[in-house]
């Protein structure tokens, strides 16, 4: 657009989160198969973790099972929020080119950490002075940020163009639903760990899936942020009554 549009950080905040606070039912149908999926992977890889010793298993399967269930949650969610579709069934649950685009564009901000972090470790191989790197590391995580949020909206190129001038406000957003949920992952993150240890693995599944459902809500409300963002940038009316912008 020629003319910059202030985002409304708050209000944004609030439309963003309000399909999940005020139409849970909704969310409990998109997320419950991916949730049990999740925590089912969670708990697997836990479980070989404790037998052999060996936190790999755990970081595999965890990791593995994410790649899958999560871009198929978002695709489903940004559709719902941006269309109004309703989540399908478990026999309609789909995982195919869309999502798999979807992850690549999720992908992009961590291949720019990575490289970031790779350009450090050379430096420092190399042999540069301990307090230069520390302050070109700092300087190098607020740039990641500040490109992650800039590409977050749509495909990295486009993205970049569309949310000039709101980068902070974009950022204010993310930052604000991300410790109201931290918090409340937080405190069933403690009562998870006391049960874990208390009364055993399995008797604490119930948790694991409340707090795997948890993160799927951040996930939800993030990206419902995301899409309010785009509409108000871009001039839209959720829902679009015109096909949505490719994911």
């Given at each position: 657009p020629?003319?910059?549009k202030v985002l409304p950080i708050w209000d944004t905040v609030k439309a963003g989160c309000a399909p999940v606070l005020q139409d849970f039912q909704t969310f409990f149908n998109a997320a419950w198969v991916w949730t049990l999926i999740l925590t089912g992977a969670d708990l697997v890889g836990t479980m070989l973790t404790r037998w052999t010793l060996n936190p790999i298993f755990s970081l595999i399967i965890s990791f593995g099972a994410?790649?899958?269930?999560?871009?198929?949650?978002?695709v489903t969610w940004h559709?719902?929020?941006?269309?109004?579709?309703?989540?399908?069934?478990?026999?309609d649950i789909r995982v195919g080119p869309r999502e798999w685009r979807f992850l690549l564009y999720s992908l992009a901000p961590s291949g720019i950490a990575l490289a970031g972090v790779v350009f450090m470790s050379l430096l420092g191989f190399i042999g540069f002075p301990g307090a230069l790197i520390t302050v070109l590391s700092l300087a190098l995580f607020a740039g990641i940020i500040?490109?992650?949020v800039r590409i977050s909206l749509f495909a990295p190129f486009a993205s970049w163009n569309l949310t000039r001038g709101n980068g902070f406000q974009l950022f204010g957003g993310m930052l604000l639903i991300a410790v109201a949920f931290t918090?409340?992952?937080?405190?069933?993150?403690?009562?998870m760990g006391g049960l874990m240890h208390g009364i055993g693995i399995v008797l604490a599944i119930p948790?694991?899936?409340?707090?795997?459902?948890?993160?799927l809500a951040e996930a939800a409300c993030l990206a419902g942020f995301l899409c309010h963002?785009?509409?108000?940038?871009?001039?839209?009316?959720?829902?679009l009554q015109r096909p949505g912008p490719t994911v």
């Open positions: 020629s003319e910059i994410a790649l899958v269930c999560i871009p198929a949650f978002l559709r719902h929020v941006l269309l109004n579709e309703e989540p399908p069934g478990p026999a500040a490109v992650s918090i409340v992952g937080m405190i069933v993150g403690a009562i948790v694991m899936i409340v707090a795997m459902g948890i993160y963002s785009a509409a108000f940038i871009l001039g839209w009316k959720i829902p």
